[in-house]
């Protein structure tokens, strides 16, 4: 036996007599996350926490959740506007099957208090999520994580949310959480890929269109970090200042969201560094996790996300003591 494998057993022997192993042993063959969706009515750098804790608390506070299903979760939410005169909106999400351990993409309606009855947007015998909404020089649609599909393309659609046609953008190159954000002339998609550092290494790729070549980034991955490079929704732009949502799964998958600020993004350049943390609400239903951020005018939508019981509804609240 090398040197590399008795120090590689004598870390997991280390970990084994940790008890912190037995407890997440304990929550992960009993318990799941389960998400949800709720919109708040502050704007997205308030409840990115870039004015305060205060107004972050208060913003966080005041979201409106979509009603629980116990069949499925929802998660990944986007949110486009449908009508700005009557204050409707339309948002996006993954709807996550727990007997058939896939998700799909469903869609609502929201205006300004209460949600419509969901709809399918898009199924497939792969699994959908993270519904990324595209809105370029006329062209409507939402790029979904499809990466099981061994493809990344976008659906576009009507000014309803009734898709299309399909476009692929990236034939034969699977990515996760595509994330868009026009700068500097021209259109930058950030994403992961798929396998081990799915959760931890970011790749960018810059484009002259959604309809243009592809190129990757000359430093790709430009990032690799656990707890702060997987997309976690739309970035944003405030005090001319372009900031980037990341998920944060260094304890665990979901956890929180980090709020980066953009100071280099260039052909061969990209830095960032964290500015603020949006955190799942102490005492909230849903204080396990938060994964991801979008925005729409004065709206910003969230996903929040419980430990529920594998078992039986009713051992629900025995996940406190082990979370």
Not at 228 to 239: E, S
């Amino acid at each position: 036996m090398t040197g590399s494998h008795l120090n590689k057993l004598r870390v997991l022997a280390d970990r084994i007599l940790e008890p912190a192993f037995y407890k997440d042993q304990i929550k992960y063959r009993m318990f799941q996350q389960s998400w949800n969706v709720g919109v708040t009515a502050y704007p997205v750098h308030i409840v990115a926490g870039l004015e305060g804790l205060q107004k972050q608390n208060e913003a966080l506070d005041k979201v409106m959740w979509m009603e629980e299903e116990a069949s499925n979760f929802k998660a990944d939410p986007f949110i486009v506007s449908l009508n700005k005169a009557s204050d409707e909106y339309l948002v996006y999400y993954e709807n996550y099957c727990w007997s058939k351990s896939i998700g799909r993409i469903d869609r609502v309606t929201f205006d300004g208090s209460s949600f419509s009855k969901p709809a399918v947007s898009l199924d497939s015998q792969f699994h959908l999520s993270y519904p990324f909404v595209v809105d370029h020089l006329g062209t409507k649609g939402y790029v979904p994580e499809h990466s099981e599909s061994g493809d990344t393309s976008l659906y576009v659609t009507d000014n309803m949310g009734e898709i299309l046609e399909k476009r692929s953008l990236l034939k034969r190159l699977p990515l996760i959480d595509c994330t868009f954000v026009e700068h500097d002339g021209l259109l930058w998609l950030f994403a992961t890929k798929p396998g081990v550092n799915e959760n931890s290494d970011l790749f960018v790729f810059y484009s002259e269109g959604l309809d243009k070549p592809w190129r990757m980034h000359e430093r790709n991955p430009v990032k690799s970090d656990v707890s702060n490079a997987r997309p976690a929704g739309r970035p944003f732009m405030f005090h001319n200042q372009l900031f980037r949502p990341a998920q944060n799964c260094a304890s665990y998958y979901g956890q929180n969201v980090v709020i980066n600020q953009v100071t280099k993004l260039t052909t061969s350049e990209f830095a960032e560094e964290p500015i603020s943390v949006i955190r799942p609400p102490v005492g909230s239903r849903y204080g396990y996790g938060l994964h991801t951020i979008s925005h729409c005018d004065q709206y910003s939508v969230i996903d929040g996300a419980r430990l529920t019981s594998k078992i039986h509804p009713s051992l629900d609240g025995f996940a406190k003591l082990i979370s």
